[in-house]
Nanobody
Framework: QVQLVESGGGLVQPGGSLRLSCVGS????????ASWYRQGPGKQRELVAR???????YYTDSVKGRFTISRDNAKNMMYLQMNTLKPEDTAVYYC?????YGQGTQVIVSS
C-alpha cells in the first residue's frame, strides 16, 4: 500500500522560507518522477514542481527562482524548499507519485 506523508507547512510572513518534506512508503520515490502540487483557496489544484528520474526538474513559472525541488533516495524522501514566499503561495501542498497523493500540508503566507 502506497502512502505519502507531507510535513513542514505552517504560517510564515511574506519573504520568509519553508521547507516541505514528503516521505514515501510502499513506493520507491527515486524510481519515478515525483511532484509537488498545491491548491489555493477557491482555486484548482496546480502543478508546482516536478523532479524526474534523471534528477531534471520542472517548475511552474510563478515559483521559478524561488522554489527548489529535491529528493533523498536513501531516505525515500522528497523536499520543496520555498524561499521568498508570497501571499499567493498560500495553499495546501501535496506530494504526488504516480496516482498517489498525500494528505497535504497547509502553507499560509501572511503578515
Amino acid at each position: 500500500q502506497v502512502q505519502l506523508v507531507e510535513s513542514g507547512g505552517g504560517l510564515v510572513q511574506p519573504g520568509g522560507s519553508l521547507r516541505l518534506s514528503c516521505v514515501g512508503s510502499g513506493v520507491i520515490l527515486g524510481d519515478y518522477e515525483a511532484s509537488w502540487y498545491r491548491q489555493g483557496p477557491g482555486k484548482q489544484r496546480e502543478l508546482v514542481a516536478r523532479i524526474f528520474r534523471g534528477a531534471g526538474t520542472y517548475y511552474t513559472d510563478s515559483v521559478k527562482g524561488r522554489f527548489t525541488i529535491s529528493r533523498d533516495n536513501a531516505k525515500n524522501m522528497m523536499y520543496l524548499q520555498m524561499n521568498t514566499l508570497k501571499p499567493e503561495d498560500t495553499a495546501v501542498y501535496y506530494c504526488n507519485v504516480l496516482i498517489h497523493y498525500g494528505q497535504g500540508t497547509q502553507v499560509i503566507v501572511s503578515s
